[in-house]
């Protein structure tokens, strides 16, 4: 069973800065495409981010840089630095395979709060 796990979350004023991971059991981790999502109170899920396994990146238009997507092979894991945030970064943050279509395991998800 594919487990996803997610952490870094928390509660941050406006214009702050956390560190996402995320640790998958993915069966050939390396090979995959991998995501960082989030839901919004009331809002669909939404890509914010997603990696392949070359290491290109591609982010939502509405992030304007703010945010780096990252991977380390060895360890499985996908990391999403978050820089400048903004109150309606406040979301619960996953990571899954991307692009969304292929997306089905969903791990618990982290918290993230930005407070003004």
């Known amino acids: 069973q594919v487990q996803l796990v997610e952490s870094g979350g928390g509660l941050v004023q406006a214009g702050g800065s956390l560190r996402l991971s995320c640790v998958s059991s993915?069966?050939?981790?390396?090979?995959?495409?991998m995501g960082w999502y989030r839901q919004a109170p009331g809002k669909q899920r939404e890509l914010v981010a997603r990696?392949?396994?070359?290491?290109?990146?591609n982010y939502a238009d509405f992030l304007k840089g703010r945010f780096t997507i990252s991977r380390e092979n060895a360890k499985n894991t996908v990391y999403l630095q978050m820089n400048s945030l903004k109150l309606e970064d406040t979301a619960v943050y996953y990571c899954?395979?991307?692009?969304?279509?292929?997306?089905?395991?969903w791990g618990q998800g982290t918290q993230v709060t930005v407070s003004s």
């Open positions: 993915v069966i050939d981790f390396k090979m995959k495409t």
């Open positions: 990696i392949d396994p070359a290491g290109n990146t």
């Open positions: 899954d395979l991307a692009p969304p279509p292929l997306a089905r395991y």
